[in-house]
């Protein structure tokens, strides 16, 4: 069986293929497989999931499988749920992650400690054949950190103190932000789902 990871970003990528390596009967396949130049989607939904149910019933249509699509990022309290569905383009477009922390750090500096909550949200959508399967939801607690901390992971992790740690995801190795993230979350949800379509073909 082959499933094809929706997603340009090499970091998700990664990480979702190390959240599927038990499936061993499945072949894990990104879009620079695809026999077809998969067309151009552009995010402008209003929430992760309606990106992520349209990034997986588009690329379905193309592909003879099964089609996981993510849509993932931050909301912040203080800043009334932002950066949320633009998250990876928060400063300006194609920004990079320090324009986009900057951006965030400058906007908190002003903001006390016990009123800088957040929280990584993830959006997972399973589609065949131009179908919509199922959609799954995680979700990581924490705060935002008044400096950056740590070189490992992507995006706001250097930012990002999980709720009951002492370290932010930044500082974890995979492994062990692998177990509490919020794409971790959502698709250990989706692991029976995935089970059962995969029995069904």
Known sequence: ????????????????????????????MILDDLKVEPPIIVEDGKTFRQNAVKKALTLSRFFDGLVLADDSGLEISALGGKPGVRSARFAR?????????????????????????????????????????????GEAKGVILETPRGKRGFGYDPLFLPKGKDKSFAEMPASEKNKISHRARALKKMRSALKKHLRQR
Do not use: W
């Open 93 to 137: 477009a194609k920004a990079t992650d320090q324009e986009n922390n900057q951006k965030v750090l400058k906007l908190l500096a002003s903001i006390p400690e016990n009123n800088r909550s957040a929280r990584f949200v993830c959006y997972l959508a399973l589609a065949s054949g131009g179908k919509l399967l199922e959609t799954f939801e």
């Open 1 to 28: 069986m082959n499933l094809l990871l929706a997603t340009h970003n090499t970091n998700k990528r990664k990480e979702l293929k190390a959240l599927l390596e038990d499936f061993k009967d499945v072949k894990i």
